[in-house]
């Protein structure tokens, strides 16, 4: 997606050899315009899987995860890190652990969204160590639907997340693939779409 890699070049900031931070267009101010495209190209890329619902993680998934949910005409849902006061029972748990924050979040979505014939499409912002994805994989098998994929706005690829969802037998489809962020940069993976 040339509009999102031209915003990680010029916007991006490295931090160390790990992190990307790009708060001033995906993590906390957003853009409107980039998020339309985001959801454009996700509905190209997973058109013909059948689609139910598409699945997010509060907070920064949300954007990317409604714009997706608006284009393939589906309701989109965000698994909640914290407890909501008003979502006590009948509800799907799994832990998910952060290797970023080192601590363990409780994820919980409400039973009444999630359906056995349901095939949700996964959608999160940034795929590092890949927990955040598989919890909510985990979510949606715990009622027995099934995951029609994963999309990732920027997968960092030279963390294990991609290959473990690969590997798990999970379809992942990534709009920018970092190789790298040594010395400051950022070396992306060839395109090949
Ligand atoms: P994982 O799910 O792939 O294992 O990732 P990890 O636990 O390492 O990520 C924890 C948080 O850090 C997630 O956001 C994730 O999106 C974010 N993150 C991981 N790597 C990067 C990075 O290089 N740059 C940025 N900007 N974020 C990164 P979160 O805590 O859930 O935050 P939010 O969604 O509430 O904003």
Not at 46 to 70: N, R
Not at 95 to 103: D, G, P
Not at 153 to 173: H, M, T, W
Not at 183 to 190: A, L, N, S
């Amino acid at each position: 997606m040339k509009l999102l890699k031209e915003k990680v070049m010029t916007e991006g900031i490295v931090l160390g050899d790990q992190v990307l931070k790009v708060d001033s267009f995906l993590n906390h101010q957003m853009d409107p315009v980039l998020m339309r495209e985001v959801g454009s190209e996700f509905k190209r890329r997973f058109a013909g899987e059948g689609v139910t619902k598409v699945l997010t993680i509060e907070s920064s998934g949300i954007a990317p995860a409604i714009m997706t949910a608006l284009e393939l005409g589906v309701p989109m849902i965000f698994a909640r890190k914290h407890k909501s006061l008003t979502l006590k029972e009948d509800i799907l748990v799994e832990k998910v652990y952060s290797f970023t924050k080192r601590e363990t979040n409780e994820i919980t979505v409400s039973k009444k969204f999630l359906h056995p014939e349901d095939r949700v499409l996964i959608i999160d912002d940034f795929l590092a160590n890949g927990e955040a994805a598989f919890g909510l994989a985990r979510i949606v098998e715990q009622v027995g639907a099934s995951v029609a994929g994963i999309g990732i706005v920027i997968e960092k690829s030279f963390q294990p997340g991609a290959r473990l969802l690969e590997e798990a037998g999970y379809r992942l489809d990534s709009l920018v693939r970092i190789a790298s962020l040594e010395d400051g940069t950022v070396t992306f993976v060839e395109e090949v779409h």
